[in-house]
C-alpha cells in the first residue's frame, strides 16, 4: 500500500525502492472508519497526516458551535495543521474521516529525521506546500470574487470527484455556505 | 543589501559567503516606487519577489471593479502567484509597490537553476511555503470565526507594524472590510 506514496514521491523526485524501504520505517499505517477522529483542536500538532484512501477533513468549531471546514484530503494529500505541525504547538483544528479511510502518518521528530537521511526529499516537500499555498491564494480570490452560486459551481465543476463522495453539508461548510443554501442552488441547477 | 537575503536563508540552513557570491548571480535587484506596477494580471507569471525594504501587496479586480487584496509582502517575505509560477501560466493577480520598495526577483527557469545548483536550498524553499500555508488556513480560520470588528482588531494587534505602514483601505480590502467600516470601528475604539 505504501507504493502509493513511493508513487506520488516518484512524480516529483527519484527514490529508489531500496531507499523507499528504509523510508517506510519512518511512517505508521492506519486505518479509520468514517467520522473516527485523527485530531483534536487544542492538543499538540504532533504528525502529519498521508491519505492513501479515502477523505479527511480538518475543521473547527466557531463561536456559534457550527463545524466550519478549511480543508479535505483525499487520496495523495497530506493534511495537518502546518504552522503548529511546524511551530511544535497546539492546534485549533480537529481532523476527522469523511469516510473509511487509510493513511500513513509521520511524527514530527520523524519526519526532520526523514529529512536529514534524505535530504532530497525537501524538494517534494517544497512542491507540495508550494503548490497548496498557491491553491489556498486562489480559494481566497474565488471566496472573494465569486457570488455565492458561483462559488459552489466553480467547486463542483473543478472537483466532480469530491462533489460525488464529500456530503452536501461539509462542502456547504468549506465554501462558507449553509446547507440549506446548497440543497437550493442544486434544486435550482436541477430544475 | 542582498546581505540580507544572506541572513534570512541562514536563519534556516547553513550557507556561506561564497557560495551566497555565486547565488546572487541569479537575481537582480530592482527599486520601485510607491503605487508602481511590478506584475500584472493577465500576464504570464514568470517572476518571484524577495523583499528587501518597502511593501507590496497582491491583488485582483472583482466583478463590481473593486481591488481586493489577498496577501501582503514587507522585508523578508517573498511574494509571488505561486501556483501560476509553478505551472508557468498566466496569473489573475496584479502586484503593487504600496510605498518605496527595493526587491530582488528571479525568473522561474533561474530558480529551477539555482536550487539544481544549490539543492540545500530546497529546506529553506520548504519552510517558507510551509509557514506561509500554514498561515493561510489560519487566516480562513479567523475569517470565518471572527465578528468584522474582530477580525480588524485581532490583525492589527497581532501584525502592528503594517497597520502602521500601510493605508487602512489596503488592510480593509485584505480583511474583506469596507473602509468605511474600518473608520467607523477605529472611531468607537478611539472615542
Known amino acids: 500500500m505504501s507504493k502509493q506514496l513511493l ?3 516518484n512524480k516529483y523526485i527519484k527514490v ?5 524501504e528504509t523510508m517506510q520505517g519512518f511512517f ?7 467520522k473516527d477522529m485523527i ?7 504532533n504528525f502529519n497526516y498521508f491519505v492513501l484512501s479515502g477523505c479527511l477533513h480538518m475543521f473547527f468549531i466557531d463561536d456559534k458551535g457550527t463545524e466550519r471546514t478549511v480543508q479535505f484530503a483525499i487520496e495523495n494529500w497530506w493534511m495537518t495543521d502546518h504552522l503548529a505541525y511546524f511551530n511544535r504547538s497546539k492546534t485549533g483544528f480537529s481532523i476527522q474521516a469523511v469516510e473509511r479511510t487509510q493513511l500513513l502518518y509521520i511524527h514530527h521528530d520523524e519526519q526532520e529525521g526523514l529529512l536529514s537521511q534524505f535530504p532530497g526529499l525537501e524538494k517534494y516537500f517544497r512542491i507540495i506546500y508550494q503548490v497548496a499555498y498557491g491553491s489556498a491564494l486562489m480559494k481566497m ?5 465569486l457570488s ?8 463542483v465543476d473543478h472537483f466532480p470527484e469530491f462533489a460525488q463522495r464529500v456530503p452536501q453539508y461539509l462542502i456547504a461548510s468549506y465554501l462558507g455556505l449553509t446547507p440549506e443554501y446548497v440543497s437550493e442552488i442544486r434544486g435550482r441547477k436541477r430544475s
Chains 1, 2 share one sequence.
Not at 529508489?16 to 523507499?20: G, K
Not at 505508521?28 to 468514517?34: G, I
Request: contains cysteine; aromatic residues 20%; glycine residues 2%.
Open 7 to 9: 508513487a506520488h514521491i
Open 39 to 45: 485530531a483534536r483542536a487544542g492538543t499538540r500538532c
Open 16 to 20: 529508489s525502492d531500496d531507499e523507499f
Open 28 to 34: 505508521t499505517l492506519q486505518d479509520y472508519d468514517k
Open 148 to 155: 455565492k452560486e458561483e462559488i459552489y459551481f466553480h467547486f
Open 141 to 145: 480570490k474565488y471566496l472573494y470574487d
